[in-house]
């Protein structure tokens, strides 16, 4: 098991090369880069995301003088959309402040360099930090996604051992035609009627429309905060854990499912075994396999993913916000901190979960695999 550990942890290397590699050239091809989002501003024509962000880097050097006349100008810039007429040295500086004016694999190699060090810079347009930036963002990603993802676990895998149990009976039916209506549902269309039906929308008000906290949350007392933020977070937690909820509840019934028909369960039986001897003695270690392997990819989508849509109508400023509002930016220091930091748990948790294997089954045996 250590030479597997070993093969693996040395896999993480080349793979978070391949993945950061990939995303550096597309971003290279990609236009409105952060020097014509600054020219944009400048001319008075950004109407994106990064109208909506206060300050720019060409902040700094003001646009007086930035706009000159002459014909050779226009040449100089063609480079840049919506350039024209803007003084070169100008826009020398926004490439020297953004880095572009090195080459791209010397970029590409000193990007390597900080990030192996976890130096992620700042951001283009926030003049802060990008680790700051993270830092003052997880907190609500964190709260949505370990509560949706505990709250499904706790939730989906009984639910699905029942249904296996009783498998084809009237429980069974309806719960199945529940969950299929849950799943076909999208996040956040179930969102949106979660506040017309509960947040003051047409019916009822009861749950909060925004935010994890109330105006008055520094006055309450602990018992009285966790109560307040546990009502903040009812709504958004069942909008992002309804197609998660339904995944893991069949999931898991299909996979129970199959282990009770097989030949060792009879076995088992036959032997004076109670039906909760067999079912948690033998079939849980085995059917419970399936359900972990899933674990990494719903805890990122927990974490990033699932959470953009469900924070932009619930206004809360987490990751899932941040980097969708990074791309639109192209603040490319977050948008690549992010898909590394996001890469590098993913990669982590994927080698977890095999070693977890190895604890719930000990006739797994990675050691004789290659990776």
């Known amino acids: 098991m250590t030479a597997y550990i070993i093969r693996r942890v040395l896999f993480i290397l080349p793979t978070m090369l391949g993945i950061m590699l990939v995303a550096f050239v597309v971003v290279q091809f990609a236009p409105g880069g952060p020097v014509e989002q600054v020219i944009a501003k400048l001319s008075g024509s ?3 995301a990064t109208s909506r962000i206060s300050g720019s880097p060409g902040g ?3 646009s007086r003088g930035a706009v000159q006349g002459g014909a050779g100008i226009d040449a100089a810039n063609s480079k840049y959309r919506g350039a024209q007429g803007l003084d070169p040295e100008f826009i020398k500086k926004l490439e020297v402040q953004f880095g572009f004016d090195k080459p791209a694999p010397e970029r590409f190699a000193l990007m390597l360099w900080n990030y192996a060090r976890f130096d992620f810079g700042k951001s283009y347009f926030r003049d802060v930090s990008v680790l700051q930036l993270i830092k003052e963002k997880l907190p609500v990603s964190m709260s949505l996604g370990i509560t949706m993802t505990l709250l499904t ?19 069974d039916t309806w719960t199945s035609s529940l969950i299929i209506v849950g799943y076909a549902i999208p996040g956040f269309l179930f969102a949106i009627l979660l506040i017309i039906l509960f947040a003051g929308g047409s019916f ?14 520094a006055q309450l007392n602990w018992w009285q905060k966790i109560a307040d933020f546990s009502w903040h977070m009812v709504l958004p937690v069942l909008s992002m854990g309804l197609s998660a909820f339904a995944t893991m509840t069949l999931l898991t019934k299909n996979s129970f499912l199959e282990e009770i028909r097989k030949q060792y369960v009879l076995t088992a039986r036959a032997k004076g075994c109670s039906s909760n001897q067999v079912l948690y003695g033998h079939v849980f270690r085995n059917a419970m396999l399936i359900v972990i392997a899933g674990f990494p990819s719903a805890f990122v989508h927990a974490f990033f993913t699932g959470s953009l849509l469900i924070e932009t109508i619930f206004s809360l400023d987490g990751l899932g916000l941040l980097g969708f509002e990074s791309v639109l930016n192209r603040d490319y220091p977050v948008v690549f901190a992010t ?23 000990p006739r797994i045996d990675f050691e004789s695999r290659e990776v």
């Open 153 to 171: 676990y706790l939730i989906s895998i009984p639910l699905g051992i029942k249904k296996a149990v009783d498998d084809g009976s009237p429980f």
């Open 60 to 62: 700094d050097f003001g």
């Open 46 to 48: 950004d109407t994106g």
């Open 339 to 361: 898909l590394y930091i996001f890469s590098l748990i993913g990669v982590v948790v994927n080698l977890i979960s095999d070693l977890t294997y190895t604890w719930i089954d």
């Open 204 to 217: 009822f008000d009861i749950f909060p429309l925004r935010g994890l906290f109330s105006d008055n949350w």
